[in-house]
Nanobody, 127 residues
């Protein structure tokens, strides 16, 4: 089991930037992929971005259409840290952002059901 701790959330004006970090510890991790999800009040949790961590196509990234060209997911393998750089933020990006580790494959689907380990979340507010 892997433990995930997010940081870097906060409040920013529209057009601004934030970088989220996710520190992984414990049984660190050589599964299929890691990713970022978000959940706004009254809405379902949605996939934002994933990055492949397996032996097949490592480093490949996938993004939700709503964030393509604005968000970048990356990983520091030596430090076991996952990042999400968010630029040109919009009010609709306001949500709690969660880091997750995938145990079920299908990373390109950005579906929460394939992710078995989750962080506690960090709030991002864009006004």
């Amino acid at each position: 089991h892997v433990q995930l701790v997010e940081s870097g959330g906060g409040s920013v004006q529209a057009g601004g930037s934030l970088r989220l970090s996710c520190a992984a510890s414990g049984n660190t991790y050589s599964g299929y992929c890691m990713g970022w999800f978000r959940q706004a009040p009254g809405k379902d949790r949605e996939g934002v971005a994933t990055i492949s961590t397996g032996t097949s196509d490592p480093g490949r990234t996938y993004y939700a259409d709503s964030v393509k060209g604005r968000f970048t997911i990356s990983r520091d393998i030596s430090r076991n840290i996952l990042y999400l750089q968010m630029n040109n933020l919009k009010p609709e990006d306001t949500a709690i952002y969660y880091c997750a580790a995938n145990t079920g494959g299908y990373c390109y689907l950005l579906k929460a059901l394939y992710f078995g380990s989750w962080g506690q979340g960090t709030q991002v507010t864009v006004s």
